[in-house]
């Protein structure tokens, strides 16, 4: 598998009189073909400075970035060929029904047999039935399905999403998502922007955060999630939870709290430490219903590695996490 971005040292400072911004700072990334790449960040860390050099926009000012081996600045129109972007902040022209806007596109594009590639992209996205639909009349989700419409009419290799559910509706968001997956299926490479998290596990095969112009993390959402967590962290839930944490009060290594009524967080400063908590449990006079591993969520993971604050184990409630069991669930069901 061969990469499909491959960005290297680039560093980019814009002026305006006598100040200065450095948007951005010594960046690398490396995107492979065929993957879903998060680029996550605050505004104004970079991500689209980042895209318009990836999309032969800007030029760097030191470094080099590269599209399918082709040099964003130098082979700008033969990378413009392969790629797409699409933008949750993008307007839609008026006055122009779906199929007049997408031939009006095609024709920037130079696309070829424009019609039949208009009612390939229309079936794609599902707007058949609204093709005769004024493009700025259509619903935000509707809409979000227009653009994506419109970045695939060059057949694109690479697509660039920019927060291509922002400002959707919870039913419009997950159909966005699922299209991102089928076109990631297709074999085209993503590279996504977004300030969900939830969005960016459920998508992404690996994500960067990127923070004040340089990328501070990369990773699997699951390598980046484990970076923030030294100690386990078990839920169990129990009738007694005082005799649970009675009874594994004697145990080294380990932490019992009572979080709320029937329910217990221990921490384990050791995986191994485990086979004793199920043996405190089994001889402790309570009816135990669940135990459960805790992890963090991508938001934790994001929020501690952009302020640079470490922690060793888990806080708080089990609301503000994942239990480790239902991610595999919903992974196994995608």
């Not at 998060?38 to 800007?58: C, E, Q, V």
């Not at 399918?68 to 413009?80: A, I, L, N």
Request: net charge neutral; glycine share 8%.
């Amino acid at each position: 598998m061969g990469e499909a971005i491959s960005v290297k040292d680039v560093s980019m400072t814009y002026h305006s009189g006598s100040e200065t911004t450095k948007a951005l700072d010594s960046v690398s990334i490396s995107v492979k073909e065929g993957e879903i790449f998060g680029l996550l960040g605050p505004n104004g860390a970079g991500k689209t400075t980042l895209i318009s050099i990836l999309s032969g926009i800007l030029s760097p000012d030191h470094g080099e970035a590269k599209v399918f081996g082709m040099d964003c600045s130098r082979e700008t129109k033969k990378v413009q060929r392969r790629i797409n972007v699409v933008s949750g902040f993008t307007g839609v022209v008026r006055s122009l029904s779906c199929r007049e806007a997408l031939t009006y596109y095609g024709l920037l594009y130079n696309v070829r047999n424009i019609p039949q590639k208009v009612d390939e992209v229309l079936k794609m996205t599902g707007l058949e039935k609204s093709r005769n639909a004024e493009a700025d009349d259509l619903s935000s989700g509707m809409k979000q399905r227009f653009l994506i419409a419109k970045g695939l009419l060059n057949d694109p290799d690479l697509l660039i999403m920019d927060e291509p559910t922002v400002g959707l509706d919870v039913e419009s968001a997950i159909s966005i998502r699922k299209m991102v997956k089928n076109l990631r299926s297709e074999g085209r490479t993503i590279l996504l922007t977004t300030h969900n998290m939830f969005e960016a596990e459920e998508l992404c095969d690996r994500i960067a955060f990127i923070n004040s112009g340089r990328i501070i993390a990369t990773g699997t959402p699951v390598e980046l999630k484990s970076r923030i967590v030294s100690k386990r962290v078990i839920e169990i839930h129990c009738t007694r939870e005082d005799c649970v944490v009675g009874s594994l009060s004697p145990l080294i290594g380990v932490k019992a709290v009572i979080k709320s009524p029937n329910l217990v967080h221990v921490t384990v400063d050791s995986y191994k430490k485990m086979k004793g908590v199920l043996k405190a449990l089994s001889g402790c006079d309570s009816d135990v219903f669940s135990v459960n591993e805790l992890e963090p969520t991508l938001e934790e993971a994001y929020l501690q590695i952009i302020n640079n604050k470490p922690r060793e184990g888990l806080k708080g409630g089990s609301g503000g996490r994942k239990r480790l069991q239902e991610s595999k669930e919903r992974a196994s069901d995608d």
